[in-house]
């Protein structure tokens, strides 16, 4: 598929089969998030891939879906993602505009994703909720979380 071809083809999917990703294809998009552009090649972003069952469920329990259609937007039980990639970051590497740089590499895993046939939703919002978040996935509070990206086969 070509790139403009996986711009085209691209939505945001929020119910998942629970079929789980491999881990090959996890590390690929990683990569594809780690060698996305960043200012000053400053390269202040750190990946958390979550596929724990368990982990999975408090990190969900962190995150608003589609507010502005609440509760409709939540997938229910056995719809969720089998993956989440949350993309940190790092305060002390770049105190500003870290957000454009988070920003490339999500778009990059998207583009990978649609490429793949994974369906996939980009959660901005999750700023909000990062001390819950933060909580869960034991991160230091210098590094803060910009953007989460589910992950998992279309319904």
């Not at 390269?43 to 999975?56: N, R, S, T």
Request: hydrophobic share 45%; glycine share 8%; with cysteine.
């Amino acid at each position: 598929m070509s790139v403009y071809a996986a711009v085209l083809k691209r939505r945001t999917i929020r119910r998942f089969l629970q079929k789980p990703l491999s881990r090959d294809f996890l590390k690929r998009l990683v990569n594809a998030g780690r060698l996305a552009p960043s200012g000053a090649n400053l390269q202040p972003l750190e990946f958390i891939v979550v596929e724990d069952k368990v982990l999975l469920g408090k990190v969900f329990a962190t995150l608003k879906w589609a507010a502005y259609i609440a509760p409709a937007g939540d997938p229910p039980q056995g719809k969720r993602p089998v993956a989440y990639i949350v993309v940190l970051i790092n305060k002390e590497i770049k105190k500003e505009k870290g957000e454009v740089d988070a920003a490339a590499a999500i778009e990059n895993m998207i583009l990978v994703a649609t490429d793949e046939g994974v369906g996939c939703c980009w959660l901005g919002d999750s700023i909000k909720y990062w001390k819950d978040e933060q909580g869960v996935l034991h991160v230091p509070k210098r590094k803060i979380d910009q953007v989460i990206h589910f992950n998992g086969y279309s319904q």
